[in-house]
């Protein structure tokens, strides 16, 4: 089985990363950072991220399998204390793969698509942001505030919890637009409520500018200098998580408060 570690850079992480190679190796894995088959991400849910983010371009081969060096998180099955009990989980047991839809978002000045396993946000703390929102080509509203957050399922806990959106359960399919920081008076309203829709819809944000807004997804972000149009949709890639061991999706919920 070839496989590779992604590891925060702190002490902690890097001691689990060396443990997880020592042991793997000495059963007969192969450390393959280019080709791996498993990609064991050890530090937190952003160190996830960033995992899933590095191998976009063979996410249909890699599973993933998340190992927390803090408390447990939404991404990651094991803590660092449970780590024997992984390794063996790991060298022993088959997993049961779940996947997780990707957003893809495009904007019409770049031909290159970017992919998001949480959320895509437009953001704007220079001057209010006003744009149109369209789901399946319709207009939907024009939202003024600090920007929008299009979320997954798997991005209901993150972002867009915070932005008093729903927490969806595991195994839904759907993505969930939440303004953020909307401003509402008697000129204008939006719905002011997140409005969650089928996962195949898409949504489009037009603006005559986006100039001082950025474009960000997960824990990446790109200015969207020059960009009049910004297009979503759940793609056809899926992340796929390596289950080792049952931990309920309510478990991982009561972990986050
Ligand atoms: P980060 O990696 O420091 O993560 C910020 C927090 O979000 C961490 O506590 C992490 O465990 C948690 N998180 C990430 N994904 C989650 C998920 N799916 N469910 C529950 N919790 C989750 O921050 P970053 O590198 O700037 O961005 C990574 C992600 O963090 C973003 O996709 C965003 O959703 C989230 N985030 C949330 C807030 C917020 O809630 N106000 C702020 C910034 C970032």
């Keep these: 089985m070839k496989y590779s570690v992604v590891a925060k850079k702190d002490a902690k992480s890097h001691a689990v990363e060396e443990k997880i190679k020592e042991r793997l190796q000495?059963?007969?894995w192969i450390y393959d950072k280019a080709e791996p088959q498993l990609v064991i991400c050890v530090g937190g849910d952003g160190t996830l991220l960033y995992g899933v983010h590095q191998y976009l371009h063979r996410i249909s081969e890699?599973?993933?399998?998340g190992i927390h060096t803090g408390t447990l998180g939404f991404f990651t099955d094991y803590t660092e204390e449970e780590l024997e009990e992984c390794l063996h989980d790991v060298l022993e047991k088959e997993p049961v793969i779940f996947e997780s839809g990707l957003l893809k978002i495009k904007l019409d000045n770049n031909p290159n698509p970017y992919y998001a396993l949480n959320e895509m946000r437009?953001?704007?703390?220079?001057?209010?942001?006003?744009?149109?929102?369209y789901v399946d080509g319709e207009f939907f509203e024009t939202c003024r505030g600090s920007g929008i957050c299009l979320s997954t399922q798997a991005g209901?806990?993150?972002?867009?919890?915070s932005l008093g959106g729903a927490v969806i359960d595991c195994g839904l399919s759907l993505m969930q637009l939440a303004e953020i920081t909307a401003i509402q008076h008697s000129k204008h309203r939006s719905l002011g409520n997140p409005y969650i829709m089928m996962e195949n819809r898409h949504v489009t944000m037009k603006s005559e500018t986006f100039d001082t807004a950025i474009l960000c997804y997960d824990h990446l972000n790109v200015p969207l200098e020059a960009t009049?149009?910004?297009?979503?949709?759940?793609?056809?890639r899926k992340v796929r998580f390596a289950r080792y061991r049952h931990?309920?999706?309510?478990?991982?919920?009561?972990?986050?408060?």
């Design 26 to 28: 000495s059963s007969g």
């Design 62 to 65: 890699v599973n993933f399998l």
């Design 156 to 161: 209901s806990t993150a972002y867009n919890r």
């Design 247 to 257: 931990y309920s999706y309510l478990r991982r919920l009561k972990n986050l408060y």
């Design 122 to 133: 437009v953001e704007n703390i220079v001057k209010s942001q006003i744009m149109d929102i």
């Design 228 to 236: 009049k149009e910004i297009y979503c949709e759940m793609s056809n």
